[in-house]
C-alpha cells in the first residue's frame, strides 16, 4: 500500500508524499495511509534498495532525491507536500532544494540536519551486523520507539532485514557526505519536529535546523525518534493543524 486519499483527481489535488527513513520502507506510514488527512492524496513511495526493492549503482541522498521526483512525475503529482522522516528528511531538503517552486511545504520530522549527518567510523562495523544480526536489527529499530513499539513492528523489523546489502554502510556515507544551504529553501513553508528522547537527532539538532529554516522547532515530549509511529494520532493532529494553512 503506497497510495491512498483523495478519489476526484483535478488541477487542484492536494498531495502529501511520506518519505521513509533507514532501514525503512513505506510501511512505516502505515497509519498515516490509512487515513490520509481529508481532501489529501497520501503518497509513501519505498525508495530504491529499501523493504527489498530493486537498486542499482552508488548510493547518495541526491540519487534518491532524483529517483523520487521520477516517480512523483509518473503520478502526476504537482506541487506537492513532502514529509521526510530522518534520511527521508534529506531526501525531502534536496529535492525542495532543487525546485523549491514545485513544492507546496516540507514536514521534517526527526530529519536528518541541513548540514549532514557524520556517522563515527566505529560504528560502521555494527551497520554491517545489522545484515546477519536479527537480534541486533530488533534491539537497534525498538530503540527508535522508547515510549512504546508500533503495532506493525513486526513488519519494520522485515523490511529492514530486506534493505539492499550496499545501504547498511552506503546510506550513513550518503548522509555523512550531503548537505543543502537554507538559502536554497527561502520562502517554502516548513513544520519541523523532533522526539524529546530521540538520540540520533536530539532535540538541539532539531531547534538548529528550524532555526536556519526561519521557524520554530517542536519537540515532541516523551517520544524518540519514532514519535510519528509512537503517537500516530498526535502528529497527525498537528500535521493536520500545518496542512491546513498551506495554500492551494
Same mark, same amino acid.
Given at each position: ?14 498531495? =502529501? ?10 510501511? %512505516?506510514?502505515? @497509519? ?14 519505498? =525508495? ?14 541526491? =540519487?534518491?532525491?532524483? %529517483? ?24 525531502? =531538503? ?11 511545504? +516540507? ?36 530503540? +527508535? ?32 557526505? %550531503? ?18 528522547? @530521540? ?50
Amino acid at each position: 500500500m503506497a497510495e491512498r486519499g483523495a478519489r476526484d483527481r483535478g488541477a487542484d489535488e492536494r498531495v =502529501l508524499v511520506a518519505i521513509h527513513g533507514n532501514f525503512a520502507s513505506a510501511v %512505516w506510514w502505515f @497509519d498515516l495511509l490509512s487515513e490520509p488527512p481529508t481532501g489529501w492524496r497520501v503518497l509513501a513511495p519505498t =525508495l530504491p534498495g529499501f523493504g527489498g526493492t530493486y537498486h542499482q549503482g552508488p548510493v547518495g541522498i541526491a =540519487l534518491y532525491a532524483e %529517483w523520487l521526483a521520477g516517480w512523483l512525475n509518473e503520478r502526476g503529482a504537482n506541487r506537492p507536500v513532502l514529509l521526510g522522516h530522518s534520511l527521508g528528511g534529506a531526501v525531502a =531538503l534536496e529535492l525542495a532544494a532543487q525546485e523549491p517552486r514545485s513544492v507546496a511545504g +516540507l514536514v521534517l520530522a526527526a530529519s536528518a540536519p541541513l548540514g549532514g549527518l557524520v556517522t563515527p567510523e566505529e560504528n560502521y562495523p555494527v551497520l554491517d551486523m545489522l545484515r546477519t544480526n536479527a537480534v541486533l536489527l530488533e534491539t537497534s529499530l525498538g530503540a +527508535l520507539f522508547p515510549s512504546g513499539r508500533p503495532a506493525n513492528f513486526a513488519q519494520f523489523i522485515e523490511d529492514g532485514a530486506r534493505m539492499a546489502p550496499e545501504h547498511y554502510q552506503g546510506n550513513a556515507r550518503a548522509l555523512g557526505e %550531503w548537505r543543502v544551504g537554507a538559502a536554497a529553501l527561502q520562502g517554502v513553508p516548513a513544520l519541523v519536529m523532533g522526539g524529546e528522547l @530521540d538520540l540520533l537527532i536530539t532535540p538541539d539538532m532539531v531547534r538548529a535546523q528550524a532555526e536556519a529554516l526561519g521557524t520554530r522547532a517542536e519537540i515532541v515530549p516523551g517520544r524518540g525518534h519514532g514519535f510519528p509511529q509512537e503517537d500516530p494520532a498526535g502528529f497527525r493532529a498537528r500535521l493536520d493543524e500545518f496542512l491546513s494553512t498551506l495554500s492551494a
